[in-house]
């Protein structure tokens, strides 16, 4: 079991859920973040922390969303410290699809 970040998380990356992670397993990309499957402690405490409300508990429906994660989280840099959403976060907030039409697979360090 795992928690995943998914789709409304891009080009929002608000960070709220970086703050409260005990085992800062969360990585950064250009306009998402990814959790760590093999880090993340099923804790849940990050869920009720995203104003997206994009993070879940792993289910089947989810596996893709898993995979997505695991892959990135191995690309990206560790993200720890809550900063400043994305400046489009609010007009971007649930808006469908946003992987398949915006999502950036850049890290910034990069
Ligand atoms: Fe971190 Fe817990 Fe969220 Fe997993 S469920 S990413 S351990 S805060
Ligand atoms: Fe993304 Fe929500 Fe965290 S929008 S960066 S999963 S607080």
Known sequence: ???????????????DCVSVCPVDCFYEGENMLVIDPEGCIDCGVCVPE???????????????WVEINRKYAKEWPVITKKKDELPEAKEMDGIKQKYENFFDPRNEKK
């Open 50 to 64: 995203c104003p997206a409300e994009a993070i879940f508990p792993e289910t089947p429906e989810l596996a893709k």
């Open 1 to 15: 079991m795992t928690y995943v970040v998914t789709d409304n998380c891009v080009r929002c990356k608000y960070t």
